[in-house]
């Protein structure tokens, strides 16, 4: 589809451009109030997290990370054997992640971003230091907006010393955010976006023509990508128990598409979490064989890979893009 300007209108054009996380450097953040009221990770796993605050992933667990990263890398080439071209967040310096919350990581770089029509807008996520890695990508998607003439901009900043828990601070995380023409989902499950980020996101994008629809989830589930995908115009695969008024939650147009129903079991696992290349190709980990043979049968081009040790942590080849340029 052609659009005036360079940008990205939807979720299923032709991907040109992409940011694809990394594993280096990944330590692990602080045990904050989001982790608590996460529903969707056991006591077990949340005591894993309170016991690693502070250490690297290669300390905790070495193999595991070689076979993360591994994956993440893959993912890359993945891209780029396929015409994309990929931007790797730079490498932070030491003092770069010491500073500030203790934590740091840029595998998920959904979540960071948010590139809707020919703006590309820094997010900021509520986990603090989820918040740091924006220098790793100034300057690049800088250079980027320049040649493309794409306008890059920042979301308002959220306060470093509130609450976590208050909804008056303007979180947005990429990872609820699905860009349907001139429709936007915004997730919110009260542990990731905020009310305050989604009132932003509405002021400044229905003077230009968008709808933004809140679509409330259960906290058993981060964001809406874990519990949404959309190969295609009017196909979405979708894991009901992630939202809390089931087909009611999604906006009236949607109420006639084709839903593939995902356990909650397959959701947790990232069998939700899939990218595009193009109209009806999409990118999904391979170990999702029930949810890849729904997705066969409804004339979907999959290219599968391994990514399951990467989904162990709470992100599928989603949430560990963010696309820049679709045509």
Request: with cysteine.
């Amino acid at each position: 589809m052609e659009h005036s300007k360079p940008g990205v209108y939807n979720e299923w054009d032709t991907l040109g451009r992409v940011i694809v996380g990394r594993t280096d450097d990944f330590m692990f953040p602080e045990f904050d109030w989001v982790f608590e009221n996460y529903q969707g990770i056991s006591e077990e796993v949340k005591q894993g997290l309170r016991n690693s605050a502070g250490k690297t992933y290669r300390e905790v667990d070495p193999d595991g990370y070689e076979l993360t990263r591994a994956e993440q890398d893959n993912l890359a080439s993945i891209m780029e054997s396929n015409g994309v071209e990929v931007v790797r967040p730079t490498r932070a310096s030491d003092e770069q992640r010491a500073a500030g919350a203790v934590g740091y990581t840029a595998m998920f770089e959904r979540d960071n971003t948010f590139a809707v029509a020919d703006e590309i807008i820094n997010c900021f996520c509520r986990t603090r230091a989820r918040r740091k890695n924006h220098p790793s990508l100034f300057d690049e998607i800088s250079r980027i907006a320049a040649e493309t003439q794409q306008i890059h901009i920042s979301q308002p900043v959220p306060s470093m010393t509130t609450a976590l828990e208050d909804e008056s601070q303007p979180y947005l995380e990429g990872g609820d955010l699905f860009i349907l023409g001139q429709d936007i989902l915004v997730g919110h499950a009260g542990i990731a976006t905020s009310y305050a980020g989604i009132d932003w996101l509405r002021q400044h994008l229905e003077p230009k023509g968008y709808r933004v629809h809140t679509v409330e989830l259960s906290n058993d589930f981060i964001h809406l990508d874990c519990v949404f995908m959309t190969p295609r115009p009017g196909l979405a695969v979708i894991c009901w128990d992630g939202l809390v008024e089931g087909k009611s939650a999604l906006p009236d147009f949607m109420h006639d598409w084709t839903y593939l129903e995902a356990t909650q079991h397959e959701a947790e696992a990232m069998g939700c979490n899939g990218v595009n290349l193009a109209p009806n190709k999409t990118v999904i980990g391979e170990e999702h064989t029930r949810i890849i043979d729904l997705l066969e049968a409804a004339g979907v081009d999959l290219v599968k890979i391994p990514y399951a040790n990467a989904s162990a942590f709470g992100g599928g080849p989603r949430c560990s893009t963010h696309p820049l340029l679709r045509s």
